[in-house]
């Protein structure tokens, strides 16, 4: 079956613009988590959605949010952009009450 | 008290031998202990994982030790092969599984 994918693959953003990520999980899987993956910082967490709703959040500033529609697709939304959000952002899918975590491939953000 | 502590940072193994790979954690709330590995360019794939009510967990060649009172638990990976190339990441969670706490990575290269 088809995996979890992920658009745009590569963008390019200057400081203070917004960008828009997507997320279309694994057919079935209901829950999508986005992590933020820098040399620096490692993974880190972003949110997570369930049917539509925010289940979880992580150590993010406001500019990070994310919606979930009613297909499970996902979007997380950068507003403001800084150099510092230059990242591999990562979308996964699971069914909730299964561990296994499915990622996608990344966008890969680069801010200048 | 939410991180999790994972060691060496790159390691290099000969092709048979035994790769060991190290993590520690302190939130004795965490109930998951998952490890993730990734190859360049990909998303991270779920390897392994163990909850704290099991001591050992063995996959194939992959064998998660944990260790519940000293809060650490390990990855081996027996007859290392050039394929195992990659990053691994150790993780935790608490009461859910798609709010992950990574390690910082270590970077495995197995010499032929």
């Known amino acids: 079956k088809a995996g979890v994918t992920q658009t745009p693959r590569y963008l390019i953003k200057t400081r203070g613009q917004q960008v828009t990520l997507s997320c279309s999980p694994i057919?079935?899987?209901?829950?999508v988590s986005w992590y933020q993956q820098t040399p620096g910082q490692g993974l880190q967490f972003l949110f997570e959605y369930f049917s539509e709703t925010q289940r979880n959040k992580g150590n993010f500033p406001g500019r990070f949010s994310g919606r979930q529609f009613s297909n499970s697709r996902s979007e997380m939304n950068v507003s403001t952009l800084e150099l510092g959000d230059s990242a591999l952002y990562l979308c996964a899918s699971s069914f909730p009450q299964e561990g296994e975590l499915f990622f996608g491939e990344g966008s890969r953000l680069t801010v200048l | 008290q939410q991180q999790v502590k994972q060691s060496p940072q790159s390691l290099i193994v000969q092709k048979g031998g035994i790769s060991i790979i190290n993590c520690a954690y302190e939130?004795?709330?965490?109930?998951?202990f998952p490890w993730y590995q990734q190859f360049p360019g990909k998303g991270p794939a779920l390897l392994i994982a163990?909850?704290?009510?099991?001591s050992e967990k063995k996959e194939g060649r992959f064998t998660i030790s944990f260790n519940k009172s000293a809060k650490q638990f390990s990855l081996h990976i027996m007859d290392s092969q050039p394929g195992d190339s990659a990053t691994y990441f150790c993780?935790?969670?608490?009461?859910?599984?798609?709010?992950?706490?990574f390690g910082t990575g270590t970077r495995l290269l197995v010499s032929p």
């Open positions: 163990i909850r704290p009510d099991v």
């Open positions: 993780a935790a969670s608490m009461g859910g599984f798609q709010k992950l706490v």
């Open positions: 939130n004795t709330a965490f109930d998951y």
């Open positions: 057919s079935g899987h209901r829950s």
